[in-house]
């Protein structure tokens, strides 16, 4: 008889953890971030387990914002897309497997825009319908 640790069991407990100390971050910087939006806000996005931490980015009018996309997997690749038809928002960003990429956006039409991941599983369905998908709410800068 063998005895084995199954590492696939303790790969997972491991993303988990940190899983979980990502939100914890990510709540740190949520109540840090309570009202008036600077330009100099760094919004994290985590990417990673098929969603979007938060879900809901929100951004005013007339004023820049970094966002840090943070891929939290280790071997699956994602993918921040704004769909925006009058082209002012439209992007697609990869971003590798744990690894992270800033972009400046400063939008300025208010509205609501689709985000999500337009990466796909080889022979499966895509990022997008796993739950990858969010929205982008540009709010009229106050007067
Ligand atoms: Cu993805």
């Given at each position: 008889m063998q005895t084995s640790i199954p590492s696939g069991s303790l790969t997972k407990r491991l993303q988990r953890t940190s899983a979980l100390s990502f939100l914890?971050?990510?709540?740190?910087?949520?109540?840090?971030?309570?009202?008036?939006?600077?330009?100099?806000?760094?919004?994290?996005?985590?990417?990673?387990?098929?969603?979007?931490?938060?879900?809901?980015?929100?951004?005013?009018?007339?004023?820049?914002?970094?966002?840090?996309?943070?891929?939290?997997?280790?071997?699956?690749?994602?993918?921040?897309?704004?769909?925006?038809?009058?082209?002012?928002?439209?992007?697609?960003?990869?971003?590798?497997?744990?690894?992270?990429?800033?972009?400046?956006?400063?939008?300025?039409?208010?509205?609501?825009?689709?985000?999500?991941?337009?990466?796909?599983?080889?022979?499966?369905?895509?990022?997008?319908?796993?739950?990858?998908?969010?929205?982008?709410?540009?709010?009229?800068?106050?007067?």
């Amino acid at each position: 008889m063998q005895t084995s640790i199954p590492s696939g069991s303790l790969t997972k407990r491991l993303q988990r953890t940190s899983a979980l100390s990502f939100l914890l971050i990510l709540v740190v910087i949520g109540s840090r971030s309570q009202g008036a939006q600077s330009d100099n806000e760094v919004i994290e996005i985590l990417l990673g387990s098929y969603e979007f931490i938060p879900n809901q980015i929100r951004l005013t009018a007339g004023q820049s914002a970094k966002l840090r996309l943070v891929n939290t997997d280790s071997i699956i690749p994602h993918n921040f897309t704004i769909e925006d038809n009058t082209g002012e928002l439209d992007l697609s960003i990869d971003v590798p497997a744990g690894e992270s990429v800033d972009i400046h956006l400063k939008p300025t039409r208010p509205g609501r825009y689709v985000i999500y991941c337009a990466n796909k599983m080889l022979f499966m369905t895509s990022h997008r319908d796993h739950g990858m998908e969010g929205t982008l709410i540009v709010e009229p800068s106050s007067p």
